[in-house]
């Protein structure tokens, strides 16, 4: 017989979460995740699931009718747009600029696309000639982008040229708003944007879990004609239909703790307001990127091109980047990041992302950054 571990009753650190996400969540988010469970058929929850609907297509700006949290973080609402949307021998053209592209990438593949790149550097948005360019070499059927890269700090600006490009060529676009959604400028109908993801756990400030989505008629049209079965049962749109559609019948159980802190993260989306948050975002970010200048360090995207949920800082010459952020952990219980792929040791990642996006917060990364540069 196996004996239990040596172990206590749970008590993690208590940080300041300041890094690439998770960010910290709400106090009512945190109180709601207490409240007791209730079915996943219950009538009462299924209120709750069209009140999410209703937040989350005001949060999108769409009137999406598909508009959804999956079930599983970022990752699962993006495998659930490429696994989708993408059908065997498709052509599927995607960034190189960053981290997420390269996980596009493999995620189109995986479902049987073609993948074709159009290229710029990390630490720079697309150029829309570009995207024009890779469009007429390539004729792809599906493009995705990611609106707000958290490798790089970097926002892609020009979305509407992107999509009307894409459209031109009747294809459907997908972009990945994790990092932006309910803290940088996002319109997703305005726009035309068919499809974009999103998770909890950076701008919305609730725990990962409960993933936004939210696809358009035309993208369904595609979606639902499909020849080929989706490659995943668990996320297969036409199969999730019967649970969030008219019928409200099971597919699987509901993560419901996640879905009631989902509902109360949007609904203090929806108290401040989309713009004022958005302001809120720009401004907490702002103080951020002005004292960190001050220190002497720089910001490694351009000004044009800055997401100020993910500030991207460049190490100065001589600082060992690992025993900085050891050092800020330790002295501060403060979580920032290091860099990512091209940019590994080259930068700091710095969120200021929902609730973590206040001034007291932001007043600690200075101090804790200069005090760990001195
Ligand atoms: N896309 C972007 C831009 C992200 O920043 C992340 C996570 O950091 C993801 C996708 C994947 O989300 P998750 O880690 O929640 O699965």
Redesign the pocket.
């Known amino acids: 017989m196996l004996q239990p571990p040596d172990t206590e009753p749970l008590d993690p650190p208590e940080r300041t979460l300041m890094g ?2 998770p960010s910290e969540v709400h106090p009512r988010v945190l109180r709601i995740m207490s409240a007791p469970l209730i079915g996943h058929l219950d009538a009462s929850f299924i209120e709750i699931m069209n009140e999410v609907q209703e937040l989350l297509r005001y949060t999108f700006q769409t009137e999406n009718r598909w508009t959804i949290p999956v079930s ?5 609402s ?1 495998e659930t747009a490429f696994a989708n949307v993408v059908e065997p021998g498709d052509t599927v053209l995607v960034p190189t600029n ?3 592209g390269g ?1 596009m990438a493999s995620m189109a593949q995986r479902a049987g696309g073609e993948v074709v790149h159009v290229d710029a550097p990390w630490g720079e948005p697309l150029d829309p000639d570009d995207v024009a360019a890779a469009f007429d070499r390539h004729d792809p059927e599906v493009f995705g982008f ?1 609106h ?4 790089t700090g970097v926002v892609q600006p020009q979305v509407p040229e992107l999509t009307s490009i894409a459209h031109e060529h009747d294809a459907y676009v997908i972009a ?1 708003t ?2 932006s959604l309910g803290g940088v400028e996002l319109r997703v109908d305005e726009w035309d944007v068919d499809v974009a ?1 999103s ?4 701008c919305l400030s609730c725990p ?1 879990g409960a ?1 936004p989505l939210t696809v358009n008629d035309r993208t369904m049209e595609k979606v639902l004609g499909r020849d080929t079965d989706v490659r995943s049962w668990y996320l297969d749109l036409s199969l999730l239909e019967g649970y969030w559609g008219e019928d409200r019948s099971y597919h699987h159980t509901a993560p419901i703790t996640n879905v009631y802190a989902l509902r109360e993260a949007l609904q203090l989306v929806a108290e401040e307001g989309l713009e004022a948050r958005w302001g809120r975002h720009r401004e907490m970010a702002t103080r951020l990127k002005e004292g960190v200048e001050e220190l002497g360090l720089e910001l490694n995207p351009d000004d044009e091109f800055w997401l100020p949920s993910l500030n991207a800082v460049r190490i100065p010459d001589g600082i060992d980047d690992t025993r900085l952020l050891a050092e800020v952990q330790e002295q501060y219980n403060l979580e920032i990041a290091s860099g990512l792929g091209d940019l590994e040791g080259e930068i700091l990642r710095i969120g200021c992302m929902g609730y973590s996006a206040r001034p007291q917060n932001v007043r600690l990364v200075l101090s804790a950054l200069e005090d760990a540069l001195a």
């Open positions: 690439p996400g599983g973080t970022g990752s699962a993006m960053g981290y997420f996980r990611v707000a890269e958290t490798s990945d994790v990092t993801y998770g909890g756990q950076k990962p993933s």
